[in-house]
Nanobody, 118 residues
């Protein structure tokens, strides 16, 4: 079954860093746009970042610009989200999915918890 499996979440102090991984299972990641999303308790889903499958162009939500970096390694069938200078408001479940936009996802993962707390 086609799915994503995320890893790399955890608990860090403000200012810390985490690197999330998104492994594609059952299909080849090439040419798919991959998005990272997050959802905190009581809040709506938020699109964090997206990387194109065609030319590698990227998008970042304003609150993470300059702190997060999205990337992909098609040879490893994996996408990544490097998160630096983490803030308490970044606390959420992070998951990857495709496509980046639209009313629904074709494929998504279960998510990984990121907690930023002193």
């Amino acid at each position: 079954q086609e799915r994503f499996v995320e890893s790399g979440g955890g608990s860090v102090q403000p200012g810390g860093s985490l690197r999330l991984s998104c492994a594609a299972i059952g299909f080849t990641l090439d040419y798919f746009a991959i998005g990272w999303f997050r959802q905190a308790p009581g809040k709506e889903r938020e699109g964090v970042s997206c990387i194109s499958g065609s030319d590698g162009s990227t998008y970042y939500e304003d609150s993470v610009k300059g702190r997060f970096t999205i990337s992909r390694d098609n040879a490893k069938n994996t996408a990544y989200l490097q998160m630096n200078s983490l803030k308490p408001e970044d606390t959420a479940v992070y998951y990857c999915a495709t496509p980046c936009y639209g009313p629904s996802f074709d494929i998504r993962g279960q998510g990984t918890q990121v907690t930023v707390t002193a």
